[in-house]
């Protein structure tokens, strides 16, 4: 089957799952089509059966706002047709969904007919997608999408309560590649950041508001008050500066360090003993999961999808969005000698459940159930 791809190449949980399901597929001898407007952060190797297209946005001076949906659905139009595509699937609705309805009308006015699989991940339905200016673009997209997945229970009921869906929504949940998420003896690193062999605390993220980076920051406050403690903070984006000065105003700095965006995120969880993710909103949480295959058990707000992955008082803890005394209570449970090999282990067990090799298969029938369909329809 020759599928395109269409997501957010950069940083970012869609593009991620994006990727990684593309490159997945080509192994299997599928052949894959990356449609995005720069190369895909995680598509970092050759692998034959991979094509990377770039859409070219082209600005003019009369443009304030480059019509980058316009170019998507142009370059789209191109690869199906020259490279004979049998299917799009197309990651995050904002503006990827409305731009392969579009793409899909020029190409049957041509009679090529391709079905488009739309795949929810998050922010694009419970944060941007529902604001009024976007959403009835998002409704009638996910409506004329031909297959429509959701990466999690939550998000599929959000997904029906908050738009007028008519279709029938499919929960295939992200996953995760256990050869690269493992835990690494890094001993060495594990050394030079916790001399003393103090509990070493990470999260990950893209320091957006809905991440709440500021409450990992309390929370670490208060475990440190009552055990030897470190911080590490993986990742960048507009909340550091906050986060910074709060470091500061506590007087934690010397405990805490900001690593920025790095690509090796398994070297550094590999050495960690809890991850936080304080979030007011996560669909999923596909960096927990990346945690959790590194043996790491998880504190985590109860919000959206997450008590789908991380198992109350099993892989870790769910508590209520902002309670920052239960998450370090939670946190300190866990971290007591006695109770955190158990919750390691049950961690990395929970993580083993989603395996891309479990999930593939979910991908692939979903792929030939719908161009299946699709093919009667237009018979
Ligand atoms: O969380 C973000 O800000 C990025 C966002 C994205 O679209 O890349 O992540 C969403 O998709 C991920 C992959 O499916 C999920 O693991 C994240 O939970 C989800 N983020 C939110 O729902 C806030």
């Known amino acids: 089957m020759n599928i395109g791809i269409v997501c957010y190449p950069t940083f970012g949980g ?32 050759f692998i034959e059966n991979i094509c990377f297209h770039e859409v070219d946005i082209r600005s003019y001076p009369l443009f304030q706002y480059p019509p980058y949906e316009l170019a998507l659905a142009s370059k789209m139009v191109e690869v199906v047709k020259y490279e004979k595509l049998d299917l ?15 793409a899909k009308q ?46 999690s229970e939550d998000l599929k009921r959000d997904t029906y309560k908050h ?32 001399p003393d062999n103090e509990k070493l605390i990470v999260h990950t993220s893209n320091f957006r508001k809905v991440k709440r980076v500021v409450d990992v920051i309390y929370i670490f406050n208060k475990i440190r008050q009552v ?35 790095i690509d090796a ?22 960096a927990a999961l990346e945690a959790m295959a590194c043996e790491v058990p998880v504190v985590s707000s109860n919000s959206g999808g997450l008590p789908e992955l991380n198992l109350n008082g099993i892989t870790g803890f769910t508590c209520e969005v902002g309670d920052i005394e239960d998450m370090t209570q939670k946190s300190l449970h866990i ?3 006695e109770n955190l090999a158990t919750f390691k282990k049950n961690a ?16 692939e029938a979903f792929y030939s159930k719908v161009v299946e369909n699709h093919s009667i329809i237009t018979k």
Not at 351 to 363: G, M, Q, R, S, T
């Open 163 to 194: 738009f007028a869906i008519n279709k029938n929504i499919e929960v295939i949940p992200n996953f995760i590649d256990l050869k690269r998420f493992q835990k690494q003896k890094k001993d060495h690193f594990r050394a030079a950041i916790c």
């Open 348 to 363: 990395h067990k929970r993580a083993k459940e989603f395996d891309i090799n479990a999930i593939l298969p979910k991908y």
């Open 88 to 102: 799009l699937h197309v990651h995050y609705a904002i503006p990827h969904a409305s731009a392969a309805f579009m």
């Open 335 to 337: 971290l007591s000698n």
């Open 227 to 261: 055990i030897p403690a470190k911080l590490l903070l993986v990742g960048d984006g507009p909340e550091r500066s906050a986060a910074e000065n709060l470091c500061r105003e506590l007087g934690d700095c010397d405990s805490i360090r900001f690593l920025g965006k």
């Open 14 to 45: 869609s593009g991620v799952v994006a990727t990684e399901l593309g490159m997945a597929l080509a192994k299997k001898s599928y052949r894959v089509h990356f449609i995005t407007y720069s190369q895909p952060t995680r598509l970092d190797t």
């Open 106 to 151: 020029i190409l049957a006015t041509e009679g090529v007919f391709i079905p488009v699989i739309t795949t929810l991940h998050g922010t694009d339905i419970t944060l941007v997608g529902k604001d009024s200016s976007y959403e009835p673009v998002v409704t009638f997209s996910i409506n004329q999408s031909d297959g429509v997945t959701a990466v």
């Open 265 to 286: 995120v398994e070297e550094v969880l590999s050495v960690a003993d809890l991850f936080l993710m304080p979030s007011e909103k996560e669909s999923f949480g596909l």
